[in-house]
Nanobody, 121 residues
Framework: QVQLVESGGGLVQPGGSLRLSCAAS????????MGWYRQAPGNQRDLVAA???????NYADSVKGRFTISRDNAKNMVYLQMNSLKPEDTAVYYC???????WGYGPRAYWGQGTQVTVSS
């Protein structure tokens, strides 16, 4: 079994910053791409940012220049630094990881339970 646990969400004023963290644990052999997705009420779940094991990154146009994704391969963690937050960034943010487990299965996608980010004055 593989688990992803997010932390760091909360309420922040427009223009503020938050840092999300996601820890992967369990029967992990290797992790390929890790990423962050978000879903606002009534909307589909969309990619925010992704990072490969080698450090290549990909961002949604709406967050380029404001958000930064990073990861620590030794700790199986991924982070999302969010600056200059806007009300439209309000959503539940989900961590995603493509994991090959110790039984040899995968890679397959795993998801965290989500963390709420609310940007409001």
């Amino acid at each position: 079994q593989v688990q992803l646990v997010e932390s760091g969400g909360g309420l922040v004023q427009p223009g503020g910053s938050l840092r999300l963290s996601c820890a992967a644990s369990g029967s992990i052999f290797s992790i390929n791409t890790m990423g962050w997705y978000r879903q606002a009420p009534g909307n589909q779940r969309d990619l925010v940012a992704a990072i490969t094991r080698g450090g290549s990154t990909n961002y949604a146009d709406s967050v380029k220049g404001r958000f930064t994704i990073s990861r620590d391969n030794a700790k199986n963690m991924v982070y999302l630094q969010m600056n200059s937050l806007k009300p439209e960034d309000t959503a539940v943010y989900y961590c995603n990881a493509d994991v090959k487990d110790t039984w040899g299965y995968g890679p397959r996608a795993y998801w965290g339970q989500g963390t709420q980010v609310t940007v409001s004055s």
